[in-house]
């Protein structure tokens, strides 16, 4: 059996974060540990439960999730963070790379692929995933690292 992956969910959408628990707690291997309504409450939270993937939606009150990226790996460095959003804005995808996010996915994605995405990224393997953004991702990850 797979070891149990601890995710800390951050969106300020209340009814969003209550339908991907019930989503992820369909799964064996997957447990949110914690839910944040912005970044501020996710940083404590991250500070204290160490959660293994963070999924940080990038609109949240006060702050935009791709600027919290570093801070919350600071807080929790062997964390993965996942951008999970409803933007598909290039210069937000590059920041959050850049700020070492693991991933970048759309809320439109399909469930079995942000299941899929937590599953590699808490095993390091972002490169190798093949659906929705993450090919991009790799190719913006590979021009960041080179700058």
């Not at 991250?46 to 919350?72: E, F, M, W, Y």
């Not at 942000?114 to 991009?136: F, H, M, N, Q, T």
């Amino acid at each position: 059996m797979s070891p149990e992956i601890h995710i800390l969910l951050v969106d300020d959408h209340k009814l969003f974060r209550r339908g991907l628990t019930a989503l992820l707690a369909e799964t064996q291997d997957l447990r949110v540990v914690g839910e944040a309504g912005d970044t501020g409450e996710a940083l404590r939270l991250t500070s204290k439960l160490q959660p293994d993937v963070i999924l940080l939606d990038n609109h949240l009150p006060g702050n935009r999730g791709v600027d919290a990226v570093q801070s919350l790996r600071k807080a929790a460095p062997s964390a993965r963070v996942l951008m999970l959003t409803v933007g598909d804005d290039t210069a937000d995808l590059g920041a959050a790379l850049r700020a070492g996010a693991s991933g970048y996915l759309l809320k439109a994605c399909e469930a079995n692929d942000l299941i899929d995405a937590v599953r590699r990224a808490y095993r390091g393997e972002g490169d190798k995933v093949k659906s929705g953004v993450w090919p991009v991702c790799n190719m913006m990850r590979q021009a960041a690292s080179s700058c």
